[in-house]
C-alpha cells in the first residue's frame, strides 16, 4: 500500500463548488503539507501542518482552507472553486527528526468549469 | 527574493547518451538541496538529499553533486526509462520556525529515446 494517499485522483466541478480534497498517510510522520502545480510554474506551498494543534499559511493559501483532523489525515478545501483552481494538487509529509525530506502523494487533478 | 532556476528545460537524449542537468540558486540559509523524479500524472518521487559543497550522492545512473551556487544531476548511459521530469527544491530555513521550507524549479523534461 502506499506510504500517502489522496482522494479523489480526479474531479471536475463548476464555479461556486465546494471542494474538498484529502489526505491520508501511513508513514507516521507528523508533518504534512499541501502544493498546488501549475504548467510552468513548478510547485508551490498552499498549507502546512506541523501536527493537529498547528496550521500555517503557504505563499498562496488565498482561496483555501485546510483541517487537520488526526496526525495521519489532513483535507484541503476550496470553499467556492474557481477555474483559476484548476490544477494538480499535492499532499507530502516529513519528519523533522528524519531529516525532514518531503514526500509525496500521487495528486489530485482537479478541473473547476 | 530565493529563487531556484532548472536548465535545460527539456533534453533528448539517445539511449546511451549521457549528459547533466543543472540547478542554480540564489537563497540565503540553505539547508539542503532535493532532487525528485516526476512522471506524468504523479507524485514527485524522492531521489537524493545534498548538505554541503562538494557532496555527491549516486543510484543508479544518477549521480548529483552540489557547489556552493548549484546542484547537477548527472545521467550515465541513460535509458528509456529513465525519462521523466526532474525537479530540483532547495530548503530554506524558515525564520522563527522549524518549516525548511522547499522552493522548486520549473524542472527539466527529459526524454531518453532507444
Known amino acids: 500500500d502506499a506510504d500517502v494517499t489522496q482522494t479523489p485522483r480526479n474531479r471536475i466541478t463548476k464555479t461556486g463548488k465546494r471542494i474538498m480534497l484529502e489526505c491520508s498517510q501511513t508513514k507516521g510522520h507528523d508533518r504534512m503539507y499541501w502544493y498546488r502545480q501549475d504548467p510552468g510554474l513548478g510547485l508551490r506551498l498552499i498549507y502546512y501542518s506541523f501536527d493537529v494543534k498547528d496550521i500555517n499559511k503557504g505563499e498562496i493559501s488565498d482561496g483555501y482552507s485546510v483541517s487537520r483532523q488526526a496526525q495521519a489525515k489532513f483535507s484541503l478545501s476550496l470553499e467556492s472553486a474557481i477555474p483559476n483552481q484548476t490544477a494538480l494538487y499535492f499532499c507530502?509529509?516529513?519528519?523533522?527528526?528524519?531529516?525532514?525530506?518531503?514526500?509525496f502523494g500521487p495528486g489530485t487533478r482537479l478541473t473547476v468549469l | 527574493e530565493d529563487q531556484v532556476t532548472q536548465s535545460p528545460e527539456a533534453l533528448r537524449l539517445q539511449e546511451g547518451e549521457s549528459s547533466s542537468l543543472n540547478c542554480s540558486y540564489t537563497?540565503?540559509?540553505?539547508?539542503?538541496l532535493f532532487w525528485y523524479r516526476q512522471d506524468p500524472g504523479k507524485g514527485p518521487e524522492f531521489l537524493f538529499t545534498l548538505y554541503s559543497a562538494g557532496e555527491e550522492k549516486e543510484k543508479e545512473r544518477l549521480k548529483a553533486t552540489l557547489t556552493k551556487k548549484e546542484s547537477f544531476l548527472h545521467i550515465t548511459a541513460p535509458k528509456p526509462e529513465d525519462s521523466a521530469t526532474y525537479l530540483c527544491?532547495?530548503?530554506?530555513?524558515?525564520?522563527?520556525?522549524?518549516?525548511?521550507?522547499?522552493?522548486f524549479g520549473r524542472g527539466t523534461q527529459l526524454t531518453v529515446w532507444p
Open positions: 537563497v540565503s540559509g540553505l539547508r539542503g
Open positions: 507530502a509529509t516529513s519528519d523533522l527528526w528524519g531529516g525532514d525530506t518531503q514526500y
Open positions: 527544491a532547495v530548503q530554506v530555513a524558515d525564520r522563527g520556525s522549524t518549516l525548511g521550507r522547499l522552493y
